[in-house]
C-alpha cells in the first residue's frame, strides 16, 4: 500500500518594492511602495531556510493532485499552491486554467533548422488568453480581502477574464477600454460576461492612469498587472512547461511583450525554481515587441534598461499595444538575470508568422505570432544556435481577433455555381497557384 504523501508546510508571503526593497505591510489600492511609487512583488521569506524535503516533495504531490477531481487540484494554477500565496479554498475562483498543450512546430521548425521548436498554447485557457491563470489568483485575493467588486484597464485579453472570473467569483466587475481599439470578440466577452464596460477616448496608458484615480475613491479591486498577485498566478506556466519538458529547461523561452507583466512573472517562476533547486538552469528569457510598440526595445537599446522609453503605440496586434508598460522594470531584471533578448518586429513579419503558424495547424492571436516573428531575427543574428531547443509562447486563441483575419487575409472566392465541375476548376487551379510558387521559392 502507497504511503500518502504529507504536504510541506504552508508558505508566509510578504510585498516588497522592486526598486527600493522596502517591505509594504498594506498596499494602497494602486500596489504601489508608499516610500518610491515603484511596482511591488510577492516574495517568501521562508524558502530561505524551508528544509531539502520541501522541494523534493513537490514533484510528486503536484503530479499525485493531477488525478483529482477536485477543483483546487485540477487548476494548473492552485496545483502548485505551494508556491503561491496561501488562500482558503472557499475563497478559489477556478475554472480549470493553465493545464494547456505543448505543441511541436515540425514545419517552422524545418524552415528554421530547429529540431527542437514547441509552442506553449496559453490560448487555450478558459477565456482564451494567458490572463487566466493570473487573474484566477488575483480575483481570488480580492474575494478573500472581501472585495464585492473588481476592475481594470485592458487592451482586451484582460477585460474578458475579469469579467468572466468576477461571474464565477459572485463578484461585480468594471472594464476601462479605449474606445475603438478592442478587437470585437473579446468586447463581447466582457459584455457576455456581464461586465459593466466603459469605453473611454483615450489609449490603454490613459485609462489605466484613470483607473488608478478611480480605485483611490471607489471600493474596487484593481486586477490589472501592477497588482502584484497577477503575476503570481501567470508564473505557474514556468511550472507546468517544466513538468511537460521532464523538468530540463529549454534554452530558449520566447514571449511577446506588451505591458510586460508576462514575461516578468515567467522570469519569476523560473528564479523560484532554480533557488528551491526544482531545476539546475534557466532558460534564456526572451520578449518581443511591434516595431510600432517598442518601449523595452528602445529602453534596452538606448540605456540598458534604466530609464523607460514612453512610446506613442500603433500596431494592429492590439493585444500588445501599450507604450507605457507598468512591468518594465521588472522585465528588464529578468532580461538580465536570465541573459535573454529583447527585439521588435515589423507588422508584415507579425502577419507572415502567423499564416506559417497557421500553416502548422496552430493558430493564434497576432501579439502571439510576433514570437515567431522575433525568433527569426534571434536565429538570423546567431543568438539562437541550431540544435538549441526553443519554446514559444502563444499567449492568445486565433478568436480572439477575427477583425485582424478580416483585414488581412483576401481568400475568399464568393460564391461559385453549386456544380462539382467549378469546385474542381477551382481546386485544380489553386494546385497550379501552389505549384508556381514553390516553384518560385526555389528560385
Not at 508558505?11 to 522592486?18: E, G, Q
Request: net charge neutral; charged share 25%.
Amino acid at each position: 500500500m502507497k504511503t500518502p504523501v504529507a504536504n510541506p508546510p504552508a508558505v508566509s508571503h510578504a510585498l516588497r518594492c522592486i526598486h527600493c526593497g522596502a517591505k509594504e505591510e498594506r498596499p494602497g489600492p494602486a500596489f504601489r511602495c508608499s516610500h518610491c511609487a515603484e511596482l511591488l512583488e510577492v516574495v517568501y521569506p521562508a524558502w530561505s531556510g524551508a528544509p531539502r524535503e520541501f522541494a523534493l516533495r513537490l514533484k510528486e504531490i503536484w503530479k499525485e493532485r493531477k488525478a483529482s477531481p477536485l477543483p483546487e487540484n485540477s487548476s494548473g494554477v492552485w496545483r502548485f499552491r505551494e508556491l503561491l500565496p496561501e488562500v482558503e479554498a472557499r475563497h478559489m475562483a477556478t475554472m480549470g486554467e493553465g493545464n494547456t498543450p505543448l505543441l511541436s512546430l515540425e514545419k517552422c521548425a524545418r524552415s528554421l533548422r530547429l529540431p527542437h521548436l514547441l509552442a506553449k498554447h496559453q490560448g487555450m485557457n478558459p477565456t482564451g488568453s494567458f490572463k487566466d491563470t493570473g487573474v484566477s489568483l488575483a480575483i481570488s485575493m480580492a474575494r478573500s480581502a472581501g472585495f464585492s467588486c473588481v476592475c481594470c484597464a485592458s487592451t482586451g485579453n484582460t477585460s474578458a477574464s475579469v469579467a468572466a472570473y468576477a461571474a464565477r467569483a459572485g463578484l461585480k466587475s468594471v472594464v476601462l477600454l479605449p474606445a475603438g481599439q478592442v478587437a470585437s470578440g473579446k468586447l463581447a466577452q466582457a459584455l457576455e460576461y456581464g461586465a459593466q464596460v466603459l469605453e473611454l477616448r483615450t489609449d490603454f496608458d490613459g485609462c489605466l492612469k484613470i483607473l488608478h484615480e478611480v480605485v483611490r475613491h471607489f471600493p474596487a479591486c484593481l486586477l490589472n498587472s501592477v497588482n502584484p498577485y497577477r503575476l503570481e498566478g501567470q508564473k505557474t506556466m514556468a511550472f507546468e512547461l517544466m513538468e511537460q519538458v521532464d523538468w530540463r529547461a529549454p534554452d530558449h523561452v520566447i514571449v511577446p511583450g506588451g505591458n510586460l507583466a508576462n514575461g516578468s512573472a515567467l522570469g519569476k517562476g523560473f528564479l523560484e525554481l532554480r533557488e528551491l533547486g526544482l531545476i539546475d538552469a534557466l532558460p534564456k528569457l526572451s520578449i518581443i515587441q511591434a516595431a510600432g510598440a517598442n518601449p523595452l526595445v528602445r529602453t534596452m537599446r538606448e540605456n540598458d534598461g534604466r530609464e523607460l522609453v514612453r512610446v506613442n503605440p500603433e500596431t494592429k496586434a492590439t493585444a500588445i499595444r501599450i507604450g507605457n508598460p507598468a512591468s518594465w522594470r521588472k522585465a528588464v531584471a529578468v532580461l538580465k538575470s536570465t541573459g535573454g533578448a529583447c527585439e521588435d518586429v515589423s507588422e508584415d513579419e507579425i502577419a507572415k508568422a502567423k499564416a506559417e503558424l497557421g500553416a502548422d495547424g496552430v493558430g493564434c492571436e497576432p501579439a502571439s505570432a510576433a514570437t515567431l516573428a522575433g525568433l527569426k531575427k534571434l536565429v538570423r543574428s546567431g543568438f539562437v544556435k541550431p540544435g538549441e531547443t526553443v519554446v514559444l509562447v502563444l499567449t492568445g486563441h486565433i478568436l480572439k481577433d477575427l477583425d485582424y483575419m478580416r483585414e488581412s487575409q483576401n481568400v475568399s472566392l464568393g460564391p461559385i455555381e453549386a456544380e462539382a465541375v467549378e469546385v474542381i476548376k477551382v481546386l485544380e487551379r489553386t494546385e497550379q497557384l501552389g505549384t508556381l510558387e514553390k516553384s518560385h521559392a526555389k528560385n
